[in-house]
């Protein structure tokens, strides 16, 4: 390899050198001077200074690829060396004419060529690298600035003038006498010329002039800010109303306009709330809800139909609702029979007399009872136990069977949640028809809750055939009011033991065929969980409460007591 600066000795490039013809990376043959395959430019030759492949960084040349860049000196030092008066791209200016003509007859034969005529190009500044970089296929194209004056030749180093550093936009900020948001730059008032004239130059060359900031922009800034506060402090405002300030509420017992709610069965708190709020009754729910939360009885409310005012206050509400004065449902009492029911939901139907047992009587299976309950024998009515008593909303313009549907729903989920079903094998009885069945007695014959499980103790006791103490006869005086449809209490035993009927149990053995009335829970309950005390009899002295015994004997005392206290 030669060294930088020898100026002399070597030959040019043999046609065999692997970089001459087709030894080179673009697979073409090239004289002299001709285009390398890096894009457009001609081969060095072995004596002249051989630039480092990539540049240098350091001091500002740059040999890329497509361009190789060269100091002036050594191009005169190098113009004189060359065969048939050769020259490298960028040498114009020192040439002959007939070399350009060489050099577009290079390009034509290179396949390189894109015109008549090419401009040779000319070195780039060496503080600008890429100043007259090529592109890599772009060797042959036109110099658009249409002069070679356009690129002067660089001056030798000992008499170039340093280059002034370029002007940038950087704004100087506040510290330099201009307030970074208030400041006008248009105002040039204070400046320096020179100042001026940078700033009239930095504009001519295409640089934007900076916005003008002044006070409308601070009072859109203030506005939009403004606006922000505002709105968060409303937000803000409902955030804490809703979390924690009073509910919207009327005041006082209401406007004096009666209006009819119903609420519907299973509604809580907010469906009650609701309810009342879309009726005008109460303001809001949250009120409502609130006062029922407050109200020691609260959680009493039951569905049903309601008479209460528009315009009330929740608290006021709340206590109306619990009041007897303003449910205006149908009561369904526990123990009571299907035959006061039809008639009772005939009255509120305003419907005839009869009408809802007739209902009764021929659509028995179509209203809901479950599998266990069809097809029983000689029941006198199939749907009674099954007219669960609870409070009913039912107001003039309902059918009979859809009350009765209700009904029959409710005593069917009511039995499902408790377990009779489940349990009532367990209890020694044939199916659960017969647990609801001792459920009924069990409501017609005790006096008070605390009565239920003594009660079925001694309906399962006196069930047993072999028992010493009434040889399996239940002997209830309720089962023989049931089939008379009566509620007597002096029955003297020649009548009770000398009707025949299924639903006699003084007559016939065993449990009825079906209940005698309508038991509620807690009856179902003490049906389904008795006590085991051996109790075999029951007296009432004051009809509030029941006394039980073991035995005949001693239930034959208190029977003499109560004979005495009614003078019989």
């Known amino acids: 390899m030669t060294e930088y600066g020898r100026g002399q000795g070597s030959e040019p490039w043999h046609p065999e050198d692997p970089l001459y013809g087709d030894g080179g990376w673009g697979g073409q043959q090239a004289h002299p001077g001709q285009q390398s395959p890096y894009g457009g430019q001609p081969q060095h030759y072995p004596e002249q200074p051989q630039q480092p492949q990539y540049g240098d960084w350091g001091t500002g040349e740059q040999a890329g690829y497509g361009q190789a860049q060269q100091h002036y000196q050594y191009d005169q030092q190098y113009a004189a060396q060359t065969h048939g008066h050769q020259q490298y791209p960028g040498q114009g200016d020192h040439g002959h004419p007939q070399d350009q003509g060489y050099h577009q007859q290079q390009y034509d034969n290179g396949g390189w060529a894109t015109g008549p005529h090419q401009q040779v190009s000319y070195p780039g500044d060496p503080a600008d690298p890429y100043g007259q970089?090529?592109?890599?296929?772009?060797?042959?194209?036109?110099?658009?600035?249409?002069?070679?004056?356009?690129?002067?030749?660089?001056?030798?180093?000992?008499?170039?003038?340093?280059?002034?550093?370029?002007?940038?936009?950087?704004?100087?900020?506040?510290?330099?006498?201009?307030?970074?948001?208030?400041?006008?730059?248009?105002?040039?008032?204070?400046?320096?010329?020179?100042?001026?004239?940078?700033r009239d130059e930095q504009r001519g060359r295409g640089g934007k002039p900076k916005k003008r900031r002044n006070g409308m922009a601070c009072l859109v800034v203030v506005l939009i800010l403004g606006g922000g506060v505002a709105g968060a402090g409303y937000f803000g405002y409902q955030f804490y109303q809703d979390r924690f300030g009073d509910a919207p509420d009327f005041a006082g017992d209401g406007s004096g306009q009666q209006v009819t709610v119903e609420i519907p069965r299973g509604a809580l708190g907010?469906?009650?709330?609701?309810?009342?709020?879309?009726?005008?009754?109460?303001?809001?729910?949250?009120?409502?809800?609130?006062?029922?939360?407050?109200?020691?009885?609260?959680?009493?409310?039951?569905?049903?139909?309601?008479?209460?005012?528009?315009?009330?206050?929740?608290?006021?509400?709340?206590?109306?609702?619990?009041?007897?004065?303003?449910?205006?449902?149908?009561?369904?009492?526990?123990?009571?029979?299907?035959?006061?029911?039809?008639?009772?939901?005939?009255?509120?139907?305003?419907?005839?007399?009869?009408t809802t047992a007739a209902v009764a009587k021929k659509d028995y299976k179509k209203l809901g009872l479950p599998a266990w309950a069809l097809n029983?024998?000689?029941?006198?009515?199939?749907?009674?136990?099954?007219?669960?008593?609870?409070?009913?909303?039912?107001?003039?313009?309902?059918?009979?069977?859809g009350v009765l549907k209700q009904m029959v729903t409710r005593a069917t989920e009511t039995y499902e949640k408790l377990g009779v079903e489940k349990k009532a094998a367990s209890l020694g009885l044939e199916d659960p028809w017969q647990l609801i069945t001792v459920a009924s007695m069990v409501q017609a014959e005790g006096t008070s809750h605390a009565d239920f499980r003594k009660m079925a103790?001694?309906?399962?006791?006196?069930?047993?055939?072999?028992?010493?103490?009434?040889?399996?006869?239940l002997e209830f005086d309720s089962t023989y009011n049931y089939i008379k449809n009566q509620s007597k209490i002096d029955l003297s035993l020649s009548e009770l033991r000398n009707y025949d009927n299924p639903y006699n149990t003084y007559f016939h053995k065993g449990l009825t065929p079906g209940p005698i009335d309508n038991p509620g829970e807690d009856a179902?309950?003490?049906?389904?969980?008795?006590?085991?005390?051996?109790?075999?009899?029951?007296?009432?002295?004051?009809?509030?409460?029941s006394e039980f015994t073991k035995t005949n004997a001693e239930h034959q005392k208190l029977v003499d007591k109560f004979n005495a206290s009614r003078n019989n």
């Open 133 to 198: 970089q090529t592109g890599a296929y772009g060797g042959g194209q036109s110099d658009y600035y249409g002069t070679p004056d356009a690129y002067p030749p660089p001056e030798p180093p000992g008499r170039r003038r340093a280059e002034p550093e370029p002007e940038t936009d950087w704004d100087p900020g506040p510290d330099q006498g201009e307030h970074a948001f208030f400041a006008g730059d248009d105002d040039d008032d204070g400046d320096e010329p020179g100042d001026r004239r940078r």
């Open 376 to 401: 029983q024998p000689n029941v006198k009515d199939p749907l009674e136990g099954f007219l669960y008593p609870s409070s009913y909303g039912i107001a003039k313009g309902q059918k009979p069977e």
């Open 524 to 545: 179902i309950k003490g049906a389904l969980n008795p006590t085991d005390d051996g109790w075999y009899y029951f007296i009432s002295l004051d009809g509030r409460t």
């Open 270 to 354: 907010y469906k009650i709330g609701q309810v009342l709020k879309d009726a005008g009754v109460v303001k809001s729910v949250d009120a409502f809800v609130t006062a029922q939360a407050n109200n020691p009885d609260g959680q009493k409310l039951q569905d049903g139909v309601y008479t209460l005012q528009k315009q009330m206050s929740a608290d006021s509400a709340v206590e109306l609702m619990l009041s007897p004065e303003s449910r205006d449902n149908l009561i369904i009492a526990e123990g009571k029979r299907n035959a006061d029911i039809y008639r009772l939901i005939d009255k509120r139907l305003e419907v005839k007399e009869g």
């Open 457 to 473: 103790e001694v309906v399962y006791n006196r069930m047993k055939p072999g028992n010493p103490q009434t040889n399996g006869l």
